[in-house]
């Protein structure tokens, strides 16, 4: 389901068009940086908040508000002229990235390195503001993509009926402008990888669903079997939950490792992914449903200890109600797989509640050019020893 912003009501008088000047603050979760402007009259007007893409912290830039009201507590803005670059600024490969175009990517105007470090400053920045934690943060790239393009093994246009004219003839399919139901012409999509997903790991096979959740770097699975099974270190015997298990890519490579002496128990809700975790990974035991629910009616009977527990919820994260549910089956390891970063420290601020701290934590550049960045942390009792 495509998510659409939420209609906001005004509040007083529109200052949307209106263009400042301004010295780009620090990068913000979301893919914009942080301006303040001056709203009002007077020797000192009051500064509002504008969160600005298509800008570099540092710049100095002419924004153009493209939301907000002067009741609201914040607005939105694109850089529409760069006055003084960054280092780190650099010609945009697609077309039809800016302002006003297509909504697909945030930093396509930024250096790889600097995106990567970008990312960073934002998952160290949430995992400080909502989980009181000091984190060094590295963003590592993972193969698979040309220079940050060419990834997207899966991707969806909208289609254009009329087409309309483009370089090379009509151009039939589009992209939606950022937050907005308008659509721009996209001729070729310059992080749409040229072949479909290949659902193959470490010589194993996965059956996906169309249109089935799986990752959409083509690097991203190995890159994440790899860090979950370096944290964990699952030993032959052990007990493993697999939540949010989705066609079975850790379970997997769990009962490979905890062996035919070991448990693997996989939850997924939704149903077309959990009926393929059990073709995928025969000796894994299945459950379908919400993951807390799911726990909670398992616990009923009785609260089974587990060794080791990997965590890959979605966007929204695993929440206080399944954070619970893991701990209080006493694991001695926790691999939390996230897509968001202030989803994780949120969660990790719960974990922390009941004794459970961050060991390590690695993220990984799979959505080149884009804000996002997929992070894989490490939790373990307090005083425990992880071996």
């Given at each position: ?29 979301g893919g914009h940086c ?218 997997a490579f769990l009962a ?132």
């Amino acid at each position: 389901m495509t998510r659409r912003p939420r209609a906001r009501r005004p509040r007083g008088r529109s200052h949307v068009g209106e263009t400042h000047e301004v010295v780009v603050g620090p990068v913000a979760h979301g893919g914009h940086c942080v301006a303040r402007v001056p709203v009002g009259d007077g020797p000192e007007p009051a500064l509002r908040v504008v969160f600005v893409r298509h800008a570099l912290p540092g710049e100095r830039v002419v924004l153009r508000v493209t939301e907000g009201t002067a009741g609201d507590s914040f607005w939105r803005g694109d850089a529409v002229q760069v006055l003084e670059p960054s280092p780190d600024r650099v010609t945009a490969p697609c077309p039809v990235s800016g302002p006003d175009g297509c909504g697909g990517c945030d930093f396509q105007h930024v250096a790889l390195p600097a995106q990567r470090a970008l990312k960073a400053a934002v998952v160290a920045e949430q995992l400080r503001r909502l989980a009181g934690l000091e984190v060094d943060v590295e963003v590592e790239a993972v193969p698979g993509d040309d220079e940050g393009l060419r990834w997207r093994t899966r991707q969806r246009y909208v289609a254009l009926e009329p087409p309309v004219d483009g370089v090379d003839g009509p151009v039939d399919r589009g992209m939606r402008k950022h937050r907005s139901r308008e659509v721009v012409p996209v001729a070729d999509c310059l992080i749409e990888a040229p072949h479909g997903p290949v659902h193959r790991v470490r010589d194993r096979d996965f059956d996906v669903a169309r249109g089935g959740f799986w990752q959409v770097h083509p690097g991203a699975p190995e890159a994440l079997v790899a860090a979950v099974l370096e944290a964990l270190q699952p030993r032959p015997g052990e007990s493993a939950l697999d939540l949010y298990a989705g066609v079975g890519l850790f379970s997997a490579f769990l009962a490979d490792a905890v062996g035919p002496t070991g448990r693997v128990l996989a939850v997924e809700g939704e149903p077309s992914a959990a009926a393929l975790l059990g073709t995928n990974v025969p000796g894994v035991e299945p459950h379908t449903g919400d993951v807390a629910e799911v726990l909670t009616a398992l616990a009923a009977e009785r609260v089974e200890p587990v060794d080791l527990v990997v965590l890959d919820p979605p966007r929204a994260g695993a929440k206080r109600a399944v954070v619970e549910q893991v701990v209080a089956r006493t694991p001695r390891a926790v691999a939390y797989v996230a897509c968001d970063p202030a989803a994780l420290a949120r969660d990790l601020a719960v974990f922390a509640e009941h004794g459970y701290q961050l060991r390590t934590l690695r993220a990984f550049d799979l959505f080149p050019m884009t804000h996002h960045v997929e992070c894989v942390a490490l939790l373990t009792k307090t005083g425990s020893d992880l071996r």
